[in-house]
């Protein structure tokens, strides 16, 4: 059990921004929300996380909705490097972390 | 900083030899874990370590062994491979804390005949 919901994949083009969807209804008060990506024969990698605010970094944007069931990852603008699998979980309490199958973002040129 | 390094890279064994995977953190994580990816699934745990003198069963644990000899390094031992057990293995690691970033190896890749 994933314990979040995101859609199995997802196209885009070059240089136009990306909204990646995650549903976690479940969610408790104190569980964050992470997001990691994996590149092509990589291991993940940690990409940004959120409790109740909005998040900003250098790789992406985190909208977390009023009721926390729900999140958003954006990509300002996707490029070829951003084709990856990306992964929405949940972490709090005594955390055991599980990953689903993730979205896989396909980026045309 | 290395970050979380895994050896071998690659390996190759028969049914029913033996082998341990090695990883290493140099983060002074307290928590370490082992996870396997089979073709376009995605990750699941097999054991972790809250911290330094205890480890805990994941998803799937049977089959695996593992031992936190120390804060850095977290191993994974499989006693009698089976072509089951095919898979790429990661290790990572956080802190046991809150928000529980965690960091990945560039994982171990096996095939078992």
């Known amino acids: 059990d994933a314990k979040t919901t995101q859609p199995n994949s997802m196209e885009s083009n070059e240089e136009e921004p990306v909204h990646l969807p995650c549903n976690h209804s479940?969610?408790?008060?104190?569980?964050?929300i992470h997001w990691y990506r994996q590149l092509p024969s990589q291991g993940p990698e940690y990409v940004i996380h959120?409790?109740?605010s909005n998040v900003n970094n250098r790789m992406a944007s985190l909208a977390i909705a009023e009721d926390r069931k729900s999140s958003t990852l954006i990509l300002h603008r996707a490029t070829l490097r951003d084709a990856a699998v990306y992964y929405c979980?949940?972490?709090?309490?005594?955390?055991?972390?599980?990953f689903g199958r993730g979205t896989s973002l396909i980026v045309h040129p | 900083n290395a970050g979380v390094t895994q050896t071998p890279k690659f390996q190759v064994l028969k049914t029913g030899q033996s082998m341990t995977l090695q990883c290493a953190q140099d983060?002074?994580?307290?928590?370490m874990y082992w996870y396997r990816q089979d073709p376009g699934m995605g990750l699941r745990l097999i054991y972790y370590?809250?911290?330094?003198?205890?480890?805990d069963k994941g998803e799937v644990p049977n089959g695996y062994n593992v031992s936190r000899l120390n804060k850095r390094e977290f191993s994974l031992r499989l006693e009698s491979a089976a072509p089951s057990q095919t898979s790429v293995y990661f290790c990572a690691s956080s802190e046991y804390r809150p928000p529980y970033e965690q960091y990945f190896g560039p994982g171990t890749r096996l095939t078992v005949t």
């Open positions: 479940t969610i408790s008060g104190t569980d964050y």
């Open positions: 959120g409790l109740t």
């Open positions: 370590s809250a911290s330094e003198g205890t480890t």
């Open positions: 983060m002074n994580h307290n928590s």
């Open positions: 979980i949940r972490s709090g309490g005594s955390y055991i972390p599980t």
